[in-house]
């Protein structure tokens, strides 16, 4: 009997120990959010020399930042806006964020002042962020995946918004493709990484079936989609309109990272980027000779980094401590 | 070779209603069910956050994500097999299964230490479900050797709806964390790691404490050998009983696929998906142990068999051209019951089958064929449904259930049952 006491003595005064720590993490953790001290200024999203980010530093984390293009590491305006992945062009801003729920992602489409203009519910885990130059559509992904029980299967999807016309595109996967010149009839595709063309009216994306990560451009009036080539992850359409920023997986598999990779799309010339280290983002040119693209620095922290589109040159940090770049300043060079 | 059943003298497996049930399955079977509990709640809440951390914390890529959970199967079957062989060699079923829970608990430590590098966070993942793999045929042939043979099915049963209870509460204790932090920092998934573990230790040290190996009721001390472990398979019984397993594996196109189909046929938000699993969990939560307890009585085969009727119902179900929620609710009901029928009757059917001293062996050996049969039938009903179309997949699963169930009740028949009366 005693030593059944013992043991049932032994046992509460572990799990209380237990629940201590458990409650002392939590109770820590409380303490590390970003202060609502952190200074707050005025950002503005109208094209101009400036790019803005996602700070990940530990004063600011989750809020949108603003820097100057010529001084990019430099002062950096820190708004009061959270999100998750940011992105922004002519005037127009895209906010992924998890609502206050905790349980659901919703996205908010911003005007030049920050102000949200639309909110959408999103159904999935929020990854990819985009704005057409006009600053007219905006595009995002979301991941979708079960439970434990669903077998690590997973999907991804993207939708698109009419920010004119306020049209909703919740999913690309009933749009026709076609794959070698022919039509292509799958239910496993999935779509990530949407990047405007200048007219507003076609994009290009990663389409993946049976095994093949395409680059297909779209057509938004005749939902036709067509895969150009394979092995393309996250496009991202210069600014010229001329090249094409990707990730590409080396050696054909994702397992052994992926090489940032320029295409040009008149020749089909693919140019390996100077930048060596496995670069799982969408690329964004901050002007027509450069893209940036976010490095992560341990749990949490990641920098922007920038190298030559070109296949020259060293990769250097653009905006410390932070990722999700946009420069505001491209669309203006490119309406010129 | 027939029933080396272990007969203890506590003849009541008769009695019914809750209390009944718990003086009937035990106080080992509740302390391995609190575990398991434990141990899910742990597990699952994790699980619940893991895209959430990888995608939104860790700014990692769905695919990198996707290799993450990628990482498994073989070398988790392998280990399987290993772990059950040395739980019955050295006689120490409770020590293989606590090194199993001992990984998993210290896995989500391993998160929190790993940071954002891919390659660490793959080997977390690895051993997480290493330790899996390590203990669930040894706490099997732990239940199986805590109760009379008569009760076996509700024993299974009621560890199985424990098991489910801790997967329901995971994924809510996992929202508490996340909402008592107040963020979605890497700091507030640190607290979730950590809380998590601390739920895990707390079902290894029950474990420890309350679970009992009954080594003094095993037989006497000749030791296992390979061989003998071998010869297992060689065993009429034992090739029909993996048999068995195997075609239900085959006959399980995977939740998955059941969740997909729900929601395009039903256009339903996607928003749903988790909640199906969720349903599907109710259900089995709800009738394992009743189901159970009906094996018990009225045949382990019977209900075994019963069950992919209601596998079959899913199916039929889902290639229906019938509309409406009152469908989606016919299936998750279907399918729960299709679990809370076959995964604790399976075994409860598998172990008087299997000698007591290779038991935890001959369990895992049942465990790893379903489990490979149903990697081998969820990768073509895959290809299937790519090829095929949905209705044509979907038919065809059908008719492999059937063919399933028509071979299951032959393999199985004209086996003396160990029915309780």
Redesign the interface.
């Known amino acids: 009997m005693t030593s059944r006491t013992t043991r049932i003595t032994i046992q509460m005064a572990s799990v209380t120990a237990l629940a201590v720590v458990a409650v002392l993490a939590i109770v820590i953790a409380r303490g590390t959010g970003p202060s609502a001290q952190a200074a707050t200024g005025q950002i503005s999203l109208a094209p101009g020399p400036r790019l803005v980010a996602r700070s990940t530093a530990s004063d600011s984390t989750g809020r949108l930042v603003s820097v100057s293009a010529g001084d990019p590491a430099g002062k950096r305006t820190v708004s009061s806006l959270s999100c998750a992945r940011v992105y922004a062009a002519g005037g127009t801003g895209l906010c992924l964020r998890l609502d206050s729920g905790l349980t659901t992602y919703q996205l908010a489409v911003l005007d030049a002042h920050l102000e949200t203009v639309r909110e959408i519910p999103l159904v999935g885990v929020p990854n990819r962020a985009r704005v057409s130059p006009s600053g007219r559509m905006v595009a995002w992904t979301v991941f979708v995946t079960g439970d434990s029980y669903n077998g690590g299967r997973f999907s991804t999807r993207a939708g698109i918004l009419d920010t004119r016309t306020q049209e909703l595109i919740p999913t690309l996967e009933d749009w026709a493709v076609t794959v070698d010149g022919k039509p292509h009839q799958a239910r496993d595709l999935n779509f990530w990484g949407v990047t405007f063309t200048a007219d507003d009216r076609h994009f290009y994306a990663t389409m993946t079936t049976a095994g093949h990560r395409y680059l297909v451009l779209a057509d938004m009036t005749t939902h036709h989609l067509t895969a150009l080539m394979d092995n393309v992850e996250c496009p991202s359409l210069s600014p010229d309109g001329t090249r094409i920023a990707f990730k590409s997986a080396r050696g054909g598999d994702p397992a052994h990272g992926w090489r940032l990779s320029v295409l040009d799309l008149a020749t089909r010339h693919v140019t390996a980027l100077a930048e060596t280290r496995s670069v799982d983002d969408q690329a964004a040119w901050i002007d027509t000779r450069t893209v940036a693209y976010a490095v992560s620095r341990g749990r949490g922290h990641s920098d922007v980094w920038k190298v030559p589109a070109d296949g020259t040159g060293t990769p250097r940090i653009l905006i410390p401590d932070a990722e999700s770049p946009a420069a505001l300043g491209t669309t203006t060079q490119e309406a010129q | 070779m027939y029933l080396s059943t272990i007969d203890r003298s506590r003849g009541d497996g008769t009695r019914r209603g809750p209390r009944a049930t718990a003086a009937t399955v035990g106080a080992n079977v509740l302390a391995l069910g609190t575990v398991s509990l434990l141990t899910d709640v742990s ?2 809440m994790v ?2 956050v893991l ?2 951390y990888f ?13 993450m ?2 990482l ?1 199967t073989g070398a988790t079957a392998l280990l399987r097999l290993v772990g059950g062989y040395v739980a019955d060699r050295f006689r120490r079923r409770k020590t293989v299964a606590a090194a199993g829970y001992g990984i998993s608990a210290l896995a989500k430590l391993g998160l929190v230490a790993a ?2 590098s891919l390659p660490a966070l793959g080997a977390v993942i690895v051993a997480d479900r290493a330790g899996k793999g390590l203990r669930s045929a040894p706490r099997d042939a732990l239940i199986t050797l805590s109760v009379p043979e008569p009760v076996l099915g509700q024993a299974f049963g009621v560890h199985r709806a424990m098991d489910s209870m801790g997967a329901f509460a995971g ?1 809510l204790a996992a ?1 508490g ?12 998934f ?2 979730l790691f ?2 998590s573990f ?2 895990a ?2 079902g290894l ?2 474990l420890a ?2 679970a009992r190996d009954r080594r003094d009721e095993q037989p006497a001390a000749i030791p296992v050998r390979l061989k003998a472990a071998l010869g297992l398979l060689h065993a009429a019984p034992v090739r029909r009983l993996l048999c068995a397993a195997g075609l239900l594996g085959l006959a399980t196109v ?4 059941v ?2 189909l729900l929601l395009r046929r039903e256009a339903v ?3 749903w ?2 909640l ?2 969720v349903g ?2 109710l259900v089995y939560l709800l009738l394992a142990a009743p189901l159970g307890a009906l094996a018990d009585r009225h045949g382990r085969r019977t209900v075994l068999l019963a069950g992919y009727g209601a596998l079959i119902a899913v199916y039929l179900l889902l290639s229906s051209p019938l509309p409406g929620t009152a469908v989606v609710v016919a299936v998750l009901c279907c399918y729960g019951a299709f679990y809370a029928a076959t995964d604790g009757v399976l075994m409860a059917l598998a172990s008087p089958l299997l000698p007591a001293d290779l038991r935890t062996t001959g369990l895992a050996c049942v465990q790893t064929v379903q489990a490979l049969a149903y990697f081998v039938s ?1 990768a073509a009903f ?1 290809l299937a ?2 090829t095929w ?2 209705t044509a997949a979907t038919a065809a699963a059908a008719v492999t259930a059937v063919l399933a169930v028509t071979v299951t009740a032959a393999v199985l028949a004209g086996r003396p049952q160990q029915e309780a009366a």
């Open positions: 597990a699952e699980t619940a895209p959430l995608i939104l914390t860790l700014q990692l890529s769905p695919a990198a994500y996707g290799l959970d990628g498994y940071g954002s994924p929202l964390v996340l909402a008592a932090v107040g963020t979605t920092s890497p700091a507030a640190s607290a950590v809380t601390c739920v230790a707390a040290l029950t404490v309350c995977g939740d998955g696929f969740y997909l938000s996607t928003g998906f988790p199906m699993a599907t969990n969820s895959g449904w790519t179309g949905t």
